[in-house]
């Protein structure tokens, strides 16, 4: 986006004579993102069809995430100005970001038939070529640029992965001759063939390049980002956690860094790089998101809400997004914000079984009467919805019913053979049932499966205990003699984690 940028900026700078004008472009330019965003809407209080000003607020806004928002901007102006090459560039910049590739596929071919010789547009395309393993079409386009723009780094990086595409290894090997000293064109190299799907070999030539330049930050960015997608996720975060050092406050680091801990179960990590990352980037949406998801994931439910109520403020169209606030809400006890934006989803979404789950549990908490009904519609939606049997099981347990506690939970057990909380909530229902050998396998399952637990290792020692297993009983009851009770959190809570249903990813 930086780029595009700088290109249409430096193409349209003879004509910005108006000051608000001028000083959101060089806001841009400097990627002072918000100050571009004040500017140009200061602008076009006076001047409401500026065409330029009205694209290139777009423009701020994309690079805030304030997709919905930038969205309005590119459309007005390319109602103004359909002709016009500098808005349909900015426009499929605008469906690039949104995840429309055929959408800025076709815009930018159609301001190719205004002007061929559109660099930015040739560029692009011959990036979403290239993405597509096209090497042959990517040099169509990468042919018709200047001279100019053909030498610059990044472009003949894109040349060598479209050679190597086009089977043309040793035209390939010939251009790169040229650069092979060069730290930041082996990190645009390496990130090329990574878009296009190689790689291992865009590790290979990062891995190299780094070992003759061990303190490029480009190289430790670019091997990091990488390493995580070859899934070598130590290594991502080795060289990403040295580029850090280097810049402590570049939040697409942080946030790299979060992708890799996470990944590689350090969770706890990840939460503290994505909570650094949210101060010094408060608008960006990727990282609120994360951030309230993996606050939830840790029981850190208050950081999750505040992040959720974050991210619906900057993503106010995305119903999912207030569906998981709610959810949040509802783990802070503040159930009737929570239950708003629940109910209001399930208007919208009515076949959304997780929907009626979240709903169900936070009713449960008011009435669990109400609570059952929910869940029996998401059961209804999703017959085998684990996480939703086991907690109308744990309800009709606690209504003094586990004969109708027993089918749903034997089954949330076959369908999620490695929960705790299902394995200890089996336990109490056969103990209840007078099933006292069927309650101790599960309890013992439990123990297993939540080592640090006390009310599961607390409630093995006891079933044992009844089974006259004494030795082994008491032998954990010494091992947990001064193990702290927690109150707030155990397995005889209802689900006490937003994701019970089989998780989600931080990072999508």
């Known amino acids: 986006m930086i780029r595009l940028l700088l290109c249409v900026v430096a193409a349209f700078g003879a004509f910005a004579a108006d000051a608000l004008f001028t000083e959101g472009l060089d806001a841009l330019k400097r990627g002072d993102f918000p100050a571009a965003e004040r500017k140009l809407k200061a602008e076009l209080q006076s001047h409401p069809n500026e065409v330029e000003a009205l694209s290139f607020l777009g423009v701020a806004l994309d690079n805030q995430r304030k997709f919905a928002e930038a969205d309005g901007f590119h459309r007005r102006s390319l109602a103004l100005a359909p002709r016009s090459n500098s808005i349909l560039d900015k426009y499929a910049s605008h469906l690039l970001l949104m995840g429309d590739e055929s959408g800025a596929r076709k815009t930018f071919v159609k301001s190719l038939a205004l002007d061929p010789a559109d660099g930015y547009a040739n560029l692009q395309l011959a990036q979403l070529a290239l993405k597509a393993r096209a090497g042959p079409e990517a040099l169509t386009y990468l042919n018709r640029l200047s001279a100019e723009q053909a030498g610059k780094p990044e472009v003949a990086s894109r040349r060598v992965v479209a050679l190597v595409l086009s089977g ?31 790689l291992n070999g865009a590790e290979t030539l990062l891995e190299r390049a780094l070992a003759a330049s061990p303190g490029s930050f480009p190289l430790l960015f670019s091997l990091g980002v990488v390493a995580s997608h070859t899934g070598h996720f130590t290594r991502s975060r080795e060289v990403l956690e040295t580029a850090l050092r280097q810049q402590p406050r570049n939040v697409d680091i942080l946030y790299n860094l979060a992708y890799a801990c996470d990944a590689d179960g350090q969770t706890e990590n990840a939460f503290r790089l994505l909570a650094q990352a949210a101060q010094l980037a408060p608008g960006r949406i990727d990282i609120q998101r994360s951030l309230a998801i993996a606050a939830g994931n840790l029981g850190e439910y208050k950081a999750s809400a505040d992040a959720w109520d974050a991210y619906v403020q900057l993503a106010p169209d995305d119903d999912a997004g207030r569906r998981e606030r709610g959810f949040a809400h509802a783990h802070i006890a503040q159930l009737d914000a929570g239950l708003a934006d629940l109910r209001w989803y399930v208007e919208r979404h009515p076949d959304d079984a997780e929907a009626w789950y979240e709903l169900g549990i936070a009713e449960s908490a008011k009435d669990p009467d109400t609570g059952m009904s929910s869940l029996d519609k998401a059961i209804q939606l999703k017959p085998d919805f684990a996480a939703a049997r086991s907690v109308r099981g744990a309800l009709n347990y606690r209504k003094g019913n586990p004969e109708a506690a027993l089918p749903d939970l034997e089954l949330a057990a076959a369908g999620q053979p490695g929960s705790a909380m299902i394995q200890y909530r089996l336990g109490q229902v056969y103990l209840a049932l007078d099933r006292l050998s069927d309650a101790v396998r599960h309890f013992r399952r439990a123990a297993e499966l939540a080592p640090n637990d006390y009310p599961a290792q607390f409630h093995l020692a006891n079933a044992l205990a009844e089974a006259g297993q004494t030795a082994e009983s008491d032998a954990i009851l010494e091992r947990i003699r001064n193990w702290p009770v927690r109150k707030d959190v155990s397995l005889t809570d209802l689900p006490d984690r937003l994701n019970l249903s089989g998780g989600d990813a931080p990072f999508r």
């Open 168 to 198: 043309r290894n040793s035209e390939a090997n010939t251009l790169a001759d040229a650069f092979r000293n060069d730290a930041e064109w082996s990190a645009s190299t390496g990130r090329a063939l990574a878009d296009a799907g190689e």
